[in-house]
């Protein structure tokens, strides 16, 4: 049965995950090569296997964008086992001293990050993801539940066979990777109740599938719903930067969570700066929904509606309004954005420190394109995920957002006056 | 009406919020200062209206612990004041740089320590933490909206007012510090549906208080729900060091949430250290209840049951089981255990090292009192409350924790490739 099968799953993760806690740094980084040379050596294997499922999906009519985000080729195989080797050479999160002091009697105090324990990774069918998130919670010293798309589960299951192949040969425990392979939503149902054995939930993937786990579980979700980024010219902006930024910012890529979705131009620059932006945006296949004072300046560009400024488009489509000053701009971006990315272009100093404190967003841009926040840039090396919650973590989820602290104290038979 | 009342407060924090965000340290701690000399100020019309207030709860016949608690005599105002001003000498808690790097493209990348913006302090009837808590949002920037218990409504009103007093005359904006002045259940219920203003909720009191503010408001939690502390005598423990953490672990105060709950003994000393033990306990006026093994060396005692094991007494009783090794004591205490404080008597590093590794909870005691584990000797100044969580707080709040953070990245027209 599904519901005892995926309990089992949880409680030898429980049990892996106070093996992993004492795993000294080195086990940890041999397993992460040890994975990636594992992975390499089912390499064919592995790619009839998502051939298989390639010609699966497209016989159910699954669309481009599905086939193309399900497919292993050569080079993205290479990718994958790059990515954990580069994970091998992180400095290692756990132990780190974070503060500390002796006090007054002598007793010795330390907090020292130490891994959070269970982790379940929900997610959509991409299968990097399965040997990113695997390679961050070993990294930290984490058990790692996995939980792929249904038109993966093949592909899912050998990837995650042969990186358990080399945790164990580096001497991790059998348990701490695992995946479900049972399909259906049953068993995702039954991971969320899994509370007591699993310390925090990453779904990746639709907003919809995050609301599902975020609403339907007790286990601490790290998570993000959307990315409704903006971006702020301000009055004294240089013209080429801000039109540069903008058509990086929306149309590098449109399909993903740090794109540029609306654009706050200040009233002082939008009669100037407006056509150029048209022009551009028009050049690279973007459709414009302007404001009402938009429309005046364009005046060809359908109105903008008050939903569209709550809408993630993740489509070649960008809302544009002109606003009247800083302050209505910050006014609107922490009203209608979701807190993950935005940005101004400015050459003031004191506009930029003024958007930067007041901007209450994981990711502040000053006068840098939208598509720059993120784990690489900010020099993570590898992330599951990204943030817009303010507790624990915010933006990209890297290994030391993976962990926890502990306080230690050592005494001589300290005792409390 | 309540339903709006609360609605306008939450609105009027979250403004406040605002510009607390670009508060300077300067005024955050001028404020913290003249929020203490204003309570000074009022401090006999204070005392005349906690009086009123003791009266009124003798007459409805509350406890006589209740009273004590919600007694303000003049030892405890002058700790009140001295609280306040010393927060406002512990270092800042924002602004601090928790990572940063300059990319290849010369972005300027950096993550910053900011606040979490509005916190909501639900509590029972303690009038010191209405200041303590005040004190403590203030310090990180936060604005605050405090709840407290209804004995003490008018004593924490006034005390608010006069922090408001304070607070405006250094700068701060008039909502930096709120209180919910409508009395009854449902004015809370209506604070717990403001998510979208309220970034944290911390509620404080009894168990039962927090369970039903953690399961009824989509508000993240700071909170702990229990501490189910436990002390582990390893077979090499020093006797006397281990019969003086013992007692002062539980004896030192019972009521109080990191007091000893359950003594475990190891089988190899049991027999040597139990009747010390108990002989120790009795003259403390505690109750004994024990495992099979315990009652064979001490017969006169009473069984624990499962239920004694999930038992925290806040009493002067105490569960005691004699367990086989290392081994079996950790399976105990993270089985059992709350995660809120743990210890072990050895004079082994290596047990004590597994001990500190592979027990999962906030604080881990070697050879210490569980009484020692806190704000005070963790060195941390002044805190609201104490988290079991993992994410993003564990142990005791301070204002570092009343924290989150930002990436913030400068660049000069930087885009992706």
Redesign the interface.
Known sequence: MSTSAVKVIAQQSRLAA?QL??APESIRNLALIKMAEALESVKQQLLDINTQEIIKARDEGQSDAMIKRLTIDDKTFQYMLSRLKKVAQLPDPLNRIL?G?T?PAG?R?Y?KS?P??VIGIIYESRPNVTTDAAGVCIKSGNAVILRGGSEALQTNALLTDAMIEGAVNAGLPQHAIQIIRIPGHEAVGELLKMDGYI??LIPRGGKDLIKRIAEGTRI?V?KHYDGICHLYIAADA?S??AV??AI?SKC?SVQVCNALESLLVDQQCAEQLLPLLQAAFVANKIELRGCEQTRKLLPNIPPATEEDWHTEYLAPILSVKVVNGIELA?DHI?HYGSGHTDGIVTQSLKL?Q?F???V??????????T???GGG???LGSVVGIST????V???VGPDELT?????????????A
């Open positions: 106070r806690s004492s503060a002091h006090n007793l105090v907090k130490v959070l324990g310390d925090v601490p790290i240089n080429e930067q540069g930024i990086n590098q910050i922490n930029a003024q930067e404190e007041q209450d967003s994981a990711s502040v841009m000053i006068n840098a394109s598509r720059l926040s840039d900010y020099g919650d303010k507790l624990h915010r933006g990209p926890t602290y502990k306080w230690v104290a050592y005494g001589d038979g300290h005792l409390r």
